[in-house]
């Protein structure tokens, strides 16, 4: 391998830059060329493509974002756009391409690495939703969004007494739910992988409230249903105002956290190592702390596994 090519695609993610940064750095390093392709997939069709140096990543760490930008590529999804990028890779002359991006890009990362092409991903999605991984990139900054969304909401309700909803992302994984509500002290969350019955919702709100608790917020990740329609069947059996803050895409920006922009040079090492291995059809990741790698059919054939003992814990501290 002589050269290769990076790209993000898919949501953008805080610390993708970070991986970025390091993966076009240890790349340069190692005495390889870099290709940065920008609009992930679809600037690979349409050969959106420059050469990388050291500096072309500089005061990039603290953005969130991505400096390549990203798309969704319905070219891609297609064979004939599958073999044209095939050929734009074979035409910059770039042998093997690191694919910063969720399930969907990994999925069309398999499609390259199916047809021969070296191929490796770096997981950056604000929802957590990759099972084999503890965590992909962007997630702990989305968290501490959201955190602080609701350290401002818990201020104003509790000044007027209320009650109110936040929707965060999460249309089939409710990790970012689940982790704010956890470290923000929500008290109640709703999440896709588990049942709610709004009855035991109200009725906790109507027992706080009887101990003298000055406000409730329940955190709802968007695949449990419409926050305002939720909302408003709350209203009636609390009989009590339900205010509704749906928070949308504030949670896929801002700076990276600490812990994405060092998952994100970590990542950014590991993809660059397992090329120059001749290690290929890989995806990186992180399990209990240290840094790991797997074959993307595995991955993606990993079933996620929703944390019941974090639910359990936040039921009991939220009582
Ligand atoms: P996020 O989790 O932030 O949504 P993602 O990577 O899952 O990120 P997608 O929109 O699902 O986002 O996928 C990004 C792109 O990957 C798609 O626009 C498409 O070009 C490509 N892709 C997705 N699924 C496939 C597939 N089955 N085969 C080939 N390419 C795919």
């Known amino acids: 391998i002589k050269r290769i090519g990076v790209l993000t695609s898919g949501g953008d993610a805080p610390g993708m830059n970070a991986a970025i940064r390091s993966t ?30 050291i500096v072309d990543v500089g005061d990039i760490i603290n953005r969130g974002g991505t400096k390549l930008l990203t798309a969704r590529s319905e070219d891609f999804m297609t064979e004939v756009g599958q073999k044209r990028a095939l050929d734009v890779l074979r035409m910059f002359e770039i ?75 999460g249309r089939h994984c409710g990790d970012i739910a689940l982790f ?31 101990r003298g608790k000055l406000h409730s917020i329940i955190l709802i990740a968007e695949g449990v249903g419409k926050s305002y329609e939720i909302a408003e069947r709350l209203e009636a059996l609390i009989h009590q105002e339900v205010r509704v803050t749906v928070l949308g895409y504030l949670q896929r920006g801002g700076t990276p956290s600490v812990t994405d922009r060092i998952l994100g040079a970590q990542f950014g090492q590991r993809a660059v190592e397992l090329l120059l ?43």
């Open 24 to 53: 076009v750095r240890i790349a340069l390093y190692n005495g390889l060329a870099v290709s940065g392709i920008r609009r992930g997939y679809q600037g690979l069709i349409e050969a959106d493509i420059d050469d990388m140096q």
């Open 180 to 210: 704010a509500g956890l470290a923000g002290g929500v008290e109640d969350i709703l999440v896709p992988e588990r049942k709610f019955d709004l009855d035991e919702v109200a009725r906790k709100i109507l027992q706080g409230r009887r």
């Open 277 to 319: 291995e001749d290690k290929f059809g890989r995806v990186v990741g992180i399990r209990d702390n240290k840094i790991m790698d797997m074959a993307i059919e595995e991955a993606l054939n990993e079933p996620k596994r929703f944390d019941q003992d974090k639910y359990d814990l936040a039921e009991i501290l939220s009582l």
């Open 95 to 169: 042998d093997g391409l690191v694919v910063i991006g969720g399930d969907g890009s990994f999925k069309g990362a398999k499609r390259l690495w199916d047809m021969g092409f070296p191929t490796i991903g770096i997981p950056g999605t604000i929802d957590n939703d990759l099972a084999y991984t503890d965590l992909t990139l962007g997630f702990d900054t989305a968290v501490s969004t959201v955190v602080s969304a609701i350290n401002n909401l818990r201020d104003t309700s509790s000044s007027h007494g209320r009650v109110s909803i936040v929707e965060v992302m």
